[in-house]
């Protein structure tokens, strides 16, 4: 059961391990990053998942990431931004904002589209787990890093690599905004259909 300070649910990687859905589970760090950075019960992330198509012990693609990453951050009130670093002069690596796009299908290397929105931060070295506290606000961050995923909660790294390097790729930052979308299920919009008066 996570632990309750303030009347806030407090996620973190201890929590979450203790779990009976992460100890009978495995390939699951799309789940564990959700649950740290979103700071929601691990079995609620769990029930998310496996419900959107994600197999028991299967890691999931990065396009599936994106896309259920979004999807949660909708129906629990959350604004997801997309961060991946372009390349400047002397090797200057600027976070900026934007989409991924897979031109041809889920297996495809997507093609990363900036907006021009926001600048997350700006690096010579590579951000990852062991060095990310020096570059990136304080926030709540999924950082996707080779064939891995990784929750990190007010700068703190919830994840086996803390303290390791490994590069990161790209970064979801997740923010409350509290706009919660019910998202029907095919029962609850048959059931409308069938209630509909004419």
């Not at 991946?84 to 589209?113: A, C, H, I, M, Q």
Request: proline share 4%.
């Amino acid at each position: 059961m996570p632990s309750i300070i303030g009347g806030l649910i407090n996620m973190n990687i201890k929590e979450i391990q203790n779990t009976k859905e992460y100890k009978n589970d495995s390939g699951c760090c799309t789940l564990v990053s959700a649950s740290v950075a979103f700071n929601m019960d691990y079995k609620k992330i769990y029930d998310f998942y496996m419900a959107n198509g994600r197999k028991k012990h299967r890691g999931l693609a990065p396009f599936h990431t994106d896309r259920l990453l979004r999807k949660l951050a909708k129906q629990e009130g959350f604004k997801v931004t997309l961060f991946r670093p372009t390349f400047e002069l002397n090797n200057l690596r600027k976070w900026v904002s934007g989409v991924d796009v897979w031109e041809n299908g889920e297996r495809s290397y997507p093609k990363f589209k900036p907006d021009n929105n926001e600048t997350l931060t700006s690096a010579y070295k590579h951000i990852t787990p062991n060095n990310q506290s020096e570059y990136l606000p304080i926030n709540n961050y999924v950082m996707g890093v080779t064939g891995h995923v990784i929750g990190i909660k007010n700068g703190v790294v919830h994840d086996w690599t803390e303290g390791r390097k490994h590069q990161a790729k790209k970064i979801w930052r997740v923010e409350k905004t509290g706009k919660k979308v019910k998202c029907l299920t095919f029962t609850d919009s048959f059931n409308d259909l069938m209630n509909f008066e004419i």
